[in-house]
């Protein structure tokens, strides 16, 4: 890789989470603002109609959408899947307008702080996630890596280079003026670096980078039905990033009965309550807390 012509901003993705979406609106109002020299910067709304109707999504998580196999597959219709194959089209199949970097914005419910998600262990985005985290100590690096490309159902699918910036806490539909003003601030991070790297005026010193390592999923207590009857332990709530150790509350049934974590192993969950996920059986995800040389 030897320059990067198109960087690609996508907000929206999830209808509901307004900050990605309103930074998507703002740049396209004032594109001096993430313009650099040396690469064209576009802007995407992914999910226009998910948008409008202040929903996650119209019938399907567009996020999931961009498995190779579906973006391929000429009987899926429904609206969420013709988008993805339309932000195929638009970002990844023609080769002049190839996106060479992708930035996808989203927002969180649970205390997700400024995280960036990495779906693959690029070298450049891993240098990048270390540069973005040593400039600004609120930034940390979730890692969810997938074995292929084509397990790969995220918009960061169409391109190897580029992440998803994910900011919280804040409520679906709403805009928190101070997350929002960090999301810019990191945006802008992000297109300096890219400047810097195409002007070959990035070091090439070793770094080390604190990454959290996906594990697994975890749902709530549920009854055989698949009914609810327990939620996310006081003590853990909020608690996104910290250690979570055997023995320590995780959950609080509706009896007031605590449900410990039973794991052997320390883990630093995350995703913690996150209202979306609700409907995927996740009350929050597993991780490892590890130091990484790049």
């Known amino acids: ?72 597959n000429p009987t899926l219709s429904s609206y969420e899947e013709l988008q993805a194959k339309s932000i195929q089209n638009t970002l990844a199949s023609n080769r002049d307008k190839q996106a060479d970097f992708i930035l996808d914005l989203h927002s969180s419910t649970a205390n997700m702080g400024l995280t960036i998600i990495l779906d693959n262990s690029h070298p450049f985005n891993l240098k990048l996630a270390a540069h973005l985290s040593r400039i600004n100590p609120l930034v940390r690096v979730y890692r969810c890596s997938f074995k292929s490309i084509e397990e790969n159902p995220f918009v960061n699918s169409l391109c190897e280079l580029g992440f998803a910036i994910e900011v919280g806490p804040i409520a679906q539909g709403l805009l928190k003026a101070t997350l929002f003003q960090q999301a810019e601030e990191l945006v802008h991070a992000v297109l300096d670096y890219l400047e810097q790297f195409n002007q070959d005026e990035i070091s090439s010193t070793k770094e080390t980078l604190i990454i959290y390592d996906h594990l697994s ?36 049934d509706f009896e007031g009965k605590t ?22 059986g996740i009350a929050m995800c597993f991780t490892k807390k590890q130091q990484i040389n790049i």
């Not at 998507?24 to 409008?52: H, W």
């Not at 009914?227 to 853990?236: A, E, K, N, S």
Request: glycine share 6%; proline share 6%.
């Open 1 to 72: 890789m030897n320059q990067i012509n198109r960087v690609a901003i996508v907000g929206g993705t999830h209808g509901n989470e307004f900050t990605g979406a309103y930074l998507i609106q703002k740049f396209a109002q004032f594109p001096d603002l993430i313009t650099r020299p040396s690469f064209e910067t576009v802007t995407l709304l992914a999910n226009p109609n998910a948008f409008a109707a202040g929903r996650r999504y119209v019938e399907k998580d567009l996020n999931r959408c961009f498995l190779k196999q579906d973006l391929q």
């Open 259 to 280: 449900i410990l974590y039973e794991g052997v192993s320390t883990v630093w969950p995350i995703f913690i309550n996150e209202a979306a996920y609700y409907e995927k």
């Open 217 to 252: 999923v975890v749902d709530y207590p549920k009854k055989q039905d698949g009914t609810i009857f327990g939620m996310i332990h006081p003590q853990l709530q909020d608690k996104d990033y910290q250690a979570l150790n055997p023995g320590d509350p995780m959950f609080l």
